[in-house]
């Protein structure tokens, strides 16, 4: 399941290492990227590409665009769906773990 291996990678477990994080800022289209990378234990690697604007102008919003893409680069065999994941802000991202988490957790009994 990727909600377990996103929440393991964004947790700091001790199952997966980082393996690069890269910034990259683009000027004229005032949008920063950021590109990480894990390897587990069982070989899976899994990389999160995340964008924001440089310049977020103030609004209401309590949770602001913020673009992530989860992608499994590598399964090992591991069967993990989806292989990519996209959302538009880290609420979304936060909402769809937590259902993702409880839900696994009500199957298991």
Known sequence: MLA??????ISH????????DENNKDALS???QRIRKWQFQNGVILQ???E???????CDSQCPEHWIIWEVIKTNGEPILPVRKEFFSLCQQ???LKMQLS???LIKY
Do not use: G, M, P, R
């Open 48 to 50: 999160c590409l995340e």
């Open 94 to 96: 936060k909402f769809w």
């Open 52 to 58: 924001t604007e440089l310049n977020i102008a103030e």
């Open 13 to 20: 477990s001790k199952i997966c290492h980082l393996i690069l």
């Open 103 to 105: 839900e696994d957790t």
């Open 4 to 9: 377990k291996y996103i929440l393991q990678a």
């Open 30 to 32: 005032e949008v920063n």
